[in-house]
């Protein structure tokens, strides 16, 4: 299918941080396509609550990205938090692609000021996931114009709140929650990482 394109493809990086539910699917979509260097970030391990949607999730109290180097051959993985002094550090230009697939709304803050200059599309943020049943509902768009999301609405405060002008691409889902507690379902955290894996690729080989 990528034949004409499969040398561009192969020669991109990706930096994923975040390894979850949606993150996990993101990187795992990205490798079978090609990608030529893929980096995760993520510090958590796996918890028995992870099992209905992570790729990984049956080798609980292992380090997440860990498990998926060992999975995914050739990936480099960093075993990092990814915090305020993190961001401050790295050195994000080392990579084409920006995949924000995290759910801590200052880090998400930071890490979209830290990549505000990079063109529309190389940085790509996942917004609420949970409390969805069906990804049809999935679109994608501006921060600034995504909506029926709270979590989105959240975040765009704190994008106001730094004094943020820049503008990024976001994957989310306007559908109605269908529960009160948190929770999720892997056929919307799944859709979300493949519907950003598929903004990369798409991308690429426009």
């Keep these: 299918m990528f034949k004409n394109d499969f040398e561009k493809i192969r020669q991109q990086r990706v930096l994923i941080c975040g390894v979850g539910g949606v993150g996990g699917f993101a990187l795992d979509a990205l490798y079978r396509v090609g990608i030529g260097q893929i980096t995760i970030i993520d510090k958590d391990v796996f918890d028995i609550t992870n099992q209905n949607r992570q790729i990984g999730s049956e080798r609980i109290g292992e380090s997440k990205v860990l498990v998926l180097q060992d999975l995914y051959k050739g990936i480099q993985a960093l075993n990092l938090r990814i915090d305020e002094a993190f961001l401050n550090s790295f050195n994000f230009r080392d990579y ?25 599309g190389k940085f790509i943020s996942s917004m609420g996931s949970a409390k969805r049943l069906n990804p049809k509902h999935i679109q994608v768009g501006s921060v600034w114009e995504s909506y029926g999301d709270k979590f989105g609405r959240k975040f765009r405060d704190f994008l106001k709140k730094r004094r943020f002008k820049g503008d990024f691409k976001v994957v989310f889902s306007p559908e109605v929650p269908h529960c ?26 426009k």
Excluded: R, W
Aim: charged residues 20%; negative net charge; glycine residues 4%.
């Design 96 to 120: 084409d692609y920006i995949l924000d697939c995290m759910d801590d709304l200052p880090i998400k803050t930071s890490l979209a000021i830290k990549c505000q200059n990079f063109a529309y």
């Design 180 to 205: 009160i507690e948190l929770g999720s379902f892997n056929a919307v955290t799944a859709s979300f990482g493949l519907q950003i894996a598929s903004e990369v690729v798409q991308d690429i080989i």
